[in-house]
Nanobody
Framework: QVHLVESGGGLVQPGGSLRLSCAASGSIFSINAMGWYRQAPGKQRELVAAITSGGSTKYADSVKDRFTISRDNAKNTVYLQMFSLKPEDTAVYYC??????????????WGQGTQVTVSS
């Protein structure tokens, strides 16, 4: 079983910045893709950004040039640096990890979510 712990959410003014972190622990052989999703009230969960084990990244059009995803493979941690935040970025942000367990079984795990609120 793989456990994810997220941190870094909070309240920020429009134009501000936040950095989210998500650390994976447990019975891990390897981690493939890592990503951040978000879900605003009344809306479906959407992909914000993802990064492969090789470092390739993709972003939602709405966050390109404002958000940066990165990972530290030695720490099994993924980060989301968010700049120029807008009220429409307000949502619960979830980390997702695609992994291979120590028993060589592939699976994916979700974090508990961290609230990001952009408001003046």
């Amino acid at each position: 079983q793989v456990h994810l712990v997220e941190s870094g959410g909070g309240l920020v003014q429009p134009g501000g910045s936040l950095r989210l972190s998500c650390a994976a622990s447990g019975s891990i052989f390897s981690i493939n893709a890592m990503g951040w999703y978000r879900q605003a009230p009344g809306k479906q969960r959407e992909l914000v950004a993802a990064i492969t084990s090789g470092g390739s990244t993709k972003y939602a059009d709405s966050v390109k040039d404002r958000f940066t995803i990165s990972r530290d493979n030695a720490k099994n941690t993924v980060y989301l640096q968010m700049f120029s935040l807008k009220p429409e970025d307000t949502a619960v942000y979830y980390c997702n990890v695609d992994f291979v367990s120590a028993g060589r079984v592939r699976g994916d795990s979700w974090g508990q979510g961290t609230q990001v609120t952009v408001s003046s």
